[in-house]
């Protein structure tokens, strides 16, 4: 169960939460949306080039932190989790001093994977010759070591990786100029609002995993935007939200953006004091690819629905990883119960609807006539910090 908010957080996270409500009620009077200066375009080749996609890998996920998990996916000592959707296979393990390690989930004998599921443990033994590490990537216990001899032991232990703790999130970083990762420093002024969130104290509902024939960042930026919920969705999100009203806010990398759901003007004449507390406050976007979506279901109260979108093998697929978790606060199985439902619709309306047109227009863009581009509209204005974000992390790189 979870542990209890703390009120002064909660006090923050309500006034931030209810600063964005009024701005959200304002653009549903007046039927408008936030707006970027010009239209832009985007040329097809990022979303189809092998080459672009290979250096992006390198620039995008192994060049910067990315987002492994939360806190509380491993709370106890000796809890572990693989993560693999970056390339090679990590490992990351709470030691007994309650710090996460991260390591490369390789054997340093023969390359076997060290750990292939993610039981609780005090010591972790590779299955192929049982060779035993502690929970700091130390070898400890070798059967039949003096085949090794003349082999510093002190050189045989787990190949670390940068990782950091930080409000409820564990950072990863595979390469890059600095050994370890500055979370504020990557984070800016988003790391307030996000530690207004308490992910520290987020418990895991339901995890899932959803494959889709298109690039990451098509699939990526159907999040990004609420000009095709009517459309694309006239029987699920469609029914929930507003299409074509967003309000953006942009922290550098990062950004939020909160789409008016349908329920708000039920209260939009009410005084603030009468607004219903279990709030919706937006999606907290955390470059490149995590979306923390803090929604909530009538009479049951707010859950987080956490998407992490990466790219696949080719340049054509994509991995998304779907977690749902509650926040700071004792949910009862029934609140469980609903909060699983909610993350089986998500998946549902991501897979047979937002994956189904992805999967389409990325085979159009393979196959697009010479000169052909995308356009992205002054209302898809966070789809163009994002862009734009990207493409100049690529120049630098390339
Ligand atoms: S490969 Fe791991 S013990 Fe041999
Ligand atoms: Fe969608």
Same mark, same amino acid.
């Given at each position: 169960?979870?542990?209890?908010?703390?009120?002064?957080?909660?006090?923050?996270?309500?006034?931030?939460?209810?600063?964005?409500?009024?701005?959200?009620?304002?653009?549903?009077?007046?039927?408008?949306?936030?707006?970027?200066?010009?239209?832009?375009?985007?040329?097809?080749?990022?979303?189809?080039?092998?080459?672009?996609?290979r250096?992006?890998?390198l620039?995008?996920?192994?060049?910067?932190?990315?987002?492994?998990?939360?806190?509380?996916?491993?709370?106890?000592?000796g809890?572990?989790?693989?993560?693999?959707?970056?390339?090679?296979?990590?490992?990351?393990?709470?030691? &007994?001093?309650?710090?996460?390690?991260?390591?490369?989930?390789?054997?340093?004998?023969?390359?076997?994977?060290?750990v292939?599921?993610?039981?609780?443990?005090?010591?972790?033994?590779c299955?192929?010759?049982?060779?035993?590490?502690?929970?700091?990537?130390?070898?400890?216990?070798?059967?039949?070591?003096?085949?090794?001899?003349?082999?510093?032991?002190?050189?045989?232990?787990?190949?670390?990786?940068?990782?950091?703790?930080?409000?409820?999130?564990?950072?990863?970083?595979?390469s890059?100029?600095?050994?370890?990762i500055?979370?504020?420093?990557?984070?800016?002024?988003?790391?307030?609002?996000?530690?207004?969130?308490?992910?520290? &104290?987020?418990?895991?509902?339901?995890?899932?995993?959803?494959?889709?024939?298109?690039?990451? &960042?098509?699939?990526?930026?159907?999040?990004?935007?609420?000009?095709?919920?009517?459309?694309?969705?006239?029987?699920?999100?469609?029914?929930?939200?507003?299409?074509?009203?967003?309000?953006?806010?942009?922290?550098?990398?990062?950004?939020?953006?909160?789409?008016?759901?349908g329920?708000?003007?039920?209260?939009?004449?009410?005084?603030?004091?009468?607004?219903?507390?279990?709030?919706?406050?937006?999606?907290?976007?955390?470059?490149?690819?995590?979306?923390?979506?803090?929604?909530?279901?009538?009479?049951?109260?707010q859950?987080?629905g956490?998407?992490?979108?990466f790219?696949?093998?080719?340049?054509?697929?994509?991995?998304?990883?779907?977690s749902?978790?509650?926040?700071?606060?004792?949910?009862?199985?029934?609140?469980?119960?609903?909060?699983?439902?909610?993350?089986?619709?998500?998946q549902?309306?991501?897979?047979?609807?937002?994956?189904?047109?992805?999967?389409?227009?990325?085979?159009?863009?393979?196959?697009?006539?010479?000169?052909?581009?995308?356009?992205?509209?002054?209302?898809?204005?966070?789809?163009?910090?994002?862009?734009?974000?990207?493409?100049?992390?690529?120049?630098?790189?390339?």
């Amino acid at each position: 169960m979870g542990s209890a908010a703390d009120p002064a957080m909660e006090v923050l996270r309500r006034e931030s939460h209810y600063a964005l409500r009024r701005r959200t009620l304002e653009r549903m009077r007046s039927k408008t949306t936030d707006l970027d200066a010009a239209p832009m375009r985007i040329d097809p080749a990022v979303y189809t080039d092998p080459d672009y996609a290979r250096q992006e890998r390198l620039a995008i996920f192994h060049g910067h932190p990315v987002v492994a998990g939360l806190s509380r996916d491993i709370p106890e000592p000796g809890d572990m989790m693989l993560f693999d959707v970056l390339g090679p296979s990590l490992l990351l393990v709470r030691n &007994k001093a309650g710090v996460v390690n991260a390591f490369r989930n390789l054997c340093p004998h023969r390359g076997a994977k060290v750990v292939t599921d993610c039981s609780r443990r005090t010591r972790m033994t590779c299955r192929f010759h049982a060779w035993t590490f502690d929970l700091d990537g130390k070898l400890i216990g070798q059967p039949g070591k003096e085949g090794f001899e003349g082999i510093d032991r002190s050189d045989l232990g787990l190949i670390p990786v940068p990782v950091a703790e930080r409000y409820g999130l564990i950072f990863v970083q595979l390469s890059g100029e600095r050994p370890d990762i500055d979370v504020d420093d990557w984070l800016g002024d988003f790391a307030s609002e996000l530690a207004h969130l308490e992910l520290d &104290k987020a418990e895991p509902v339901r995890r899932s995993e959803i494959g889709c024939e298109a690039n990451w &960042k098509y699939a990526l930026d159907t999040y990004g935007e609420s000009y095709h919920f009517a459309s694309l969705h006239p029987e699920t999100i469609g029914q929930l939200a507003y299409s074509n009203i967003m309000i953006y806010d942009n922290y550098g990398l990062h950004s939020r953006l909160a789409f008016p759901r349908g329920e708000f003007m039920d209260y939009a004449e009410r005084d603030e004091s009468d607004w219903p507390h279990t709030n919706y406050g937006g999606l907290y976007n955390i470059f490149p690819n995590m979306v923390i979506n803090v929604n909530s279901i009538a009479g049951v109260g707010q859950f987080y629905g956490v998407s992490r979108v990466f790219p696949g093998d080719t340049v054509d697929s994509s991995r998304t990883l779907l977690s749902t978790y509650q926040p700071a606060h004792a949910g009862t199985e029934i609140d469980i119960a609903r909060w699983s439902e909610m993350h089986d619709f998500i998946q549902r309306v991501v897979t047979e609807e937002d994956y189904s047109v992805s999967r389409d227009g990325q085979q159009n863009l393979t196959w697009a006539p010479e000169g052909y581009q995308t356009v992205l509209g002054r209302n898809e204005i966070a789809l163009q910090h994002w862009h734009r974000n990207l493409n100049r992390i690529m120049s630098n790189k390339r």
